[in-house]
């Protein structure tokens, strides 16, 4: 693997008891040859990032907050962009680290079996496990960089916290002047089209879509997956909760991602009992 890590490396350690049903879905993993993955929040817990909509997430703990992160409030309020420019000094996503689960698709892209990844997340760890950049589809965006409101100007967001570090509390472009954000999609704002359409033409080619670590209730996104079995791809989800996706499962493992990856990537015979 990329990061020199063996399938024997990523199976060490885990929790005992692997959920029903993965020996039968690691076989599907095993006979793929055009894996789609799909990955929410869920996937990035096990490296300090906590997700939105979990028993413990970021939204669900603060409702307001949620209200609070919309673009128009954004534009429209300097105390909002204040406090969101101090909260990003301090987003876990600067400490964290790809994990066991992020390492599982490198593997399947060292196979020849990964056609794309279809990320939710804004935190850039498949790229930074090794995941080859033009596979890796975000459709919400990248905390890594800003972007101009105005003039669309792009740069390296540790650019700019360091102007925030600095003493500019809501630092503006250095083009034109306009509103910086985080090149993310924010609440109320439009997504990409082009993004979009790339998502669902790569899960309507594939012949086995993985969703990994979401609740499957955001859309457009969630819709990769019908696209997917409508295509007569199988679908295999894994999360730590039921999805709203789950009626289209051939295969449903619920349990800890960073555990159940790397069961269903080696191929393990011994992991399961078969069922599904």
């Known amino acids: 693997m990329r990061n020199n890590q063996s399938m ?8 005992p008891g692997p959920p029903v049903g993965v020996e039968a879905a690691a076989e599907r993993v095993a006979a793929a040859e055009r894996i789609v993955v799909l990955t929410g929040a869920g996937i990035s817990t096990d490296s300090g990032i906590p997700d939105f909509r979990g ?21 429209a309020d300097a105390a909002v962009r204040r406090a969101a420019w101090l909260n990003r000094l301090d987003t876990p996503v600067w400490t964290a680290a790809p994990n066991r689960g992020h390492r599982c698709i490198v593997e399947l892209e060292r196979r020849g079996q990964l056609h794309a990844v279809v990320t939710q997340n804004i935190d850039e760890l498949h790229q930074q496990a090794g995941t080859d950049p033009d596979k890796v589809i975000e459709v919400h965006g990248t905390v890594r960089w800003t972007r101009c409101w105005d003039c669309s100007d792009r740069r390296p967001m540790p ?9 500019e509390a809501d630092p503006p472009c250095l083009v034109c002047g306009g509103i910086l954000k985080s090149d993310t999609i924010s609440f109320g704002q439009s997504l990409v089209p082009a993004v979009i359409d790339r998502a669902l033409r790569v899960s309507d080619e594939c012949d086995l879509l993985l969703a990994i670590g979401s609740t499957l209730s955001v859309y457009p996104a969630a819709n990769c997956v019908p696209v997917a079995k409508r295509a007569g791809a199988g679908v295999v989800i894994v999360n730590g909760q039921p999805t709203e996706m789950d009626r289209f499962a051939d295969h449903l493992l619920i349990g800890q991602i960073a555990d159940v990856l790397p069961l269903l990537v080696s191929g393990d015979r011994k992991a399961g009992d078969g069922n599904t």
Do not use: C, F, H
């Open 55 to 75: 028993p413990k997430g970021v939204w669900t703990r603060n409702p307001g907050a949620e209200k609070a992160a919309t673009i128009q409030n954004y534009l």
């Open 8 to 15: 024997d490396d990523l199976l060490d350690g885990m929790a």
């Open 159 to 167: 650019e700019t916290l360091d102007r925030v570090r600095a003493g």
